[in-house]
């Protein structure tokens, strides 16, 4: 066995796997690696739903924009939420035993 040939091989082939390890740590962890590529993609998954849901919301807000313009239901409605009461009715309130109010009846 020729033993100077035999590390010449061992040293090739260590500074190839050197070499190929190098390049497997750099394309896992680098700055532009497969870990942050993998994290911007979940990043843009998460930003597009909450995207889409942002989208539907609105969506809803213009009907009922919509609905508030027109629908005379709709306008007294909203009206009743925020406490108006038309000419001439008069509001009750029910208060439980700890004081809090409960319902309010027209």
């Known amino acids: 066995m ?19 390890a190098g390049l497997v740590y750099i394309y896992v962890f680098s700055s ?10 979940n990043r843009i998954r998460i930003l597009e739903s909450e995207l889409f849901k942002v989208k539907e919301e609105n969506r809803e807000l213009k009907s009922e924009i919509q609905n508030l313009g027109s629908d005379l ?8 939420d925020l406490g108006m009461v038309k000419p001439g009715e008069k509001i009750i309130k029910f208060v439980d035993e700890a004081g809090q109010d409960t319902k309010q009846a027209d």
């Open 73 to 80: 239901k709709t306008i007294e409605k909203a009206a009743r």
């Open 2 to 20: 020729d033993y100077g040939k035999l590390a010449k091989r061992f040293a090739v082939y260590s500074v190839i796997g050197l070499i190929a």
């Open 32 to 41: 532009a690696g497969f870990l942050k590529r993998k994290d911007a993609k």
